[in-house]
């Protein structure tokens, strides 16, 4: 498949891409959707086979064996879980495709079974928030073992869940936070109310809902509500500070309310990068086989101006953190 793009595979000279998608599960996943069809359009040159999983890994491995089927140029695939894909990803191979990851990490054998991987560091995510929510107990003279936290979890056994998840569980460690329950709210904005419903039924001293994404924050944020309590940073008075991932649109109009205190930015549009990594390696050039994108952290009040988190290369790096105001919107 690579080599002259006016030779791709199947002769013609449209390069063909086939996209495993996790799914349509949240407002991250929709614009990683559209960054994806806008840049594999056929006015550009490429003819796209999209794919959406609904959520199911099996779906992903019928979507890959049907690219392999059609000898498709490049395979991308953002993968459900870590998990479980050593042997479709062998199969492409062996038809000589080139396998670029998107998103979220896979955890295989023998990382020669795919060609590069382009996406973001969940587990740094997660280490900016806790950094952040240690910050922020201070600044609002919220003794550590005050705080009693709920964590409405991703889809679990995917790479943001894991890391998200870790970021957290190490600051329950280092500052001696109570962690209530943790739960899967797969990402989704039902799942997280109904999730946030019943840990509201089971506890009435949350202070802080650590959610992994936007959708899962906004389901939690209607239960919180409904159940007739505050959302919001005044943790000392009894409102509840809602943690968030994604740094949607919508989920920067909650934080710029302050209905969602933190949101910790992940970054969709990998559209242009994979085009840019395909470039590459149709020009026979070598890429770097992890390709981070860079994310910032935002927030409503100016209680913590910087947050230090280690990347997952094991660089620690410092963010100043972002004020969000209707401009930014
Ligand atoms: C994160 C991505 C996650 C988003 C969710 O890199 O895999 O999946 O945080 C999406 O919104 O469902
Ligand atoms: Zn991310």
């Known amino acids: 498949a690579s080599g002259d793009t006016k030779n791709s595979e199947n002769g013609s000279d449209v390069l063909t891409v086939g996209f495993s998608q996790v799914g349509a599960e949240s407002d991250w996943r929709t614009a990683n959707s559209e960054s994806m069809k806008d840049t594999f359009s056929s ?3 490429y003819e796209l086979i999209f794919d959406d999983a609904q959520q199911k890994q099996e779906n992903q491995i019928t979507a890959i064996r049907n690219f ?3 000898e498709v140029d490049y395979i991308l695939l953002a993968p ?3 998990t479980g894909w050593d042997t479709v990803l062998q199969e492409a191979k062996d038809a000589d495709i080139p396998v670029i990851i998107v998103d979220r990490m896979v955890d295989v054998s023998d990382d020669d ?4 991987w382009i996406g973001t560091d969940s587990l740094q995510e997660g280490r900016k928030a806790a950094d952040w929510l240690n910050q922020y107990a201070e600044a609002k003279e919220v003794k550590p073992e005050e705080l009693n936290i709920v964590n409405i979890q991703g889809t679990i056994g995917s790479t943001a869940q894991i890391g998200r998840t870790k970021g957290l569980e190490e600051g329950v460690e280092k500052y001696g936070w109570n962690l209530l329950a943790q739960q899967t709210g797969e990402f989704t904005q039902a799942k997280g109310q109904e999730v946030m419903e019943s840990m509201l039924k089971q506890y009435d001293n949350i202070n802080v809902v650590y959610c992994e994404n936007d959708n899962e924050a906004f389901g939690a944020i209607d239960a919180i509500e409904a159940a007739g309590k505050t959302v919001g940073g005044d943790i000392k008075n009894g409102e509840i500070a809602v943690i968030s991932f994604d740094t949607t649109n919508a989920g920067l109009t909650d934080t710029l309310s302050g209905k969602i205190a933190c949101d910790v930015e992940c970054n969709p549009l990998h559209g242009p990068r994979a085009e840019e990594l395909i470039k590459k390696l149709e020009a026979g050039e070598e890429v770097e086989k992890l390709n ?7 927030t409503h009040g100016n209680d913590v101006a910087k947050v ?3 990347n997952s290369l094991g660089d620690e790096e410092e963010f100043e953190v972002t004020q969000i105001t209707q401009e930014i919107l």
């Open 113 to 116: 079974l795919y060609t590069t």
């Open 80 to 82: 459900v879980t870590e």
């Open 43 to 45: 006015e550009n040159g």
């Open 68 to 70: 392999i089927q059609q």
């Open 308 to 310: 230090k988190a280690v």
């Open 292 to 298: 981070y994108v860079a994310e910032e952290i935002f």
